[in-house]
Nanobody
Framework: QVQLVESGGGLVQPGGSLGLSCVPS????????MGWYRQAPGKERELVAA???????NYADSVKGRFTISRDYAKNALYLQMNSLKPEDTAVYYC?????????WGKGTLVTVSS
């Protein structure tokens, strides 16, 4: 089992920045893919950004040029730097990791973009 704990959510004004972190623990062997998803009220969960161990990151069109995903392979940690935030970025952000074909999820951290 792998446990994922997100942190860094909060309230930010439009145009502001926020950074999220995800730290895994438990039986970690090789987290092939790690990513961030989000779910806004009344909407389905959607991919924000993902990064495989090897390869380029993948971003949703709505966040390209504003968000940056990064991984610290020594710590198995995952980060999401969010700039130029918009009210429509308001959502619960979830960390996801895949290992041996199994998906693991964090409990989520709330990001609210509002003036």
């Amino acid at each position: 089992q792998v446990q994922l704990v997100e942190s860094g959510g909060g309230l930010v004004q439009p145009g502001g920045s926020l950074g999220l972190s995800c730290v895994p623990s438990g039986s970690i062997f090789s987290l092939e893919v790690m990513g961030w998803y989000r779910q806004a009220p009344g909407k389905e969960r959607e991919l924000v950004a993902a990064r495989a161990r090897y390869g380029s990151p993948n971003y949703a069109d709505s966040v390209k040029g504003r968000f940056t995903i990064s991984r610290d392979y020594a710590k198995n940690a995952l980060y999401l730097q969010m700039n130029s935030l918009k009210p429509e970025d308001t959502a619960v952000y979830y960390c996801n990791a895949a290992q041996d074909g199994v998906d693991y999820w964090g409990k989520g951290t709330l990001v609210t973009v509002s003036s």
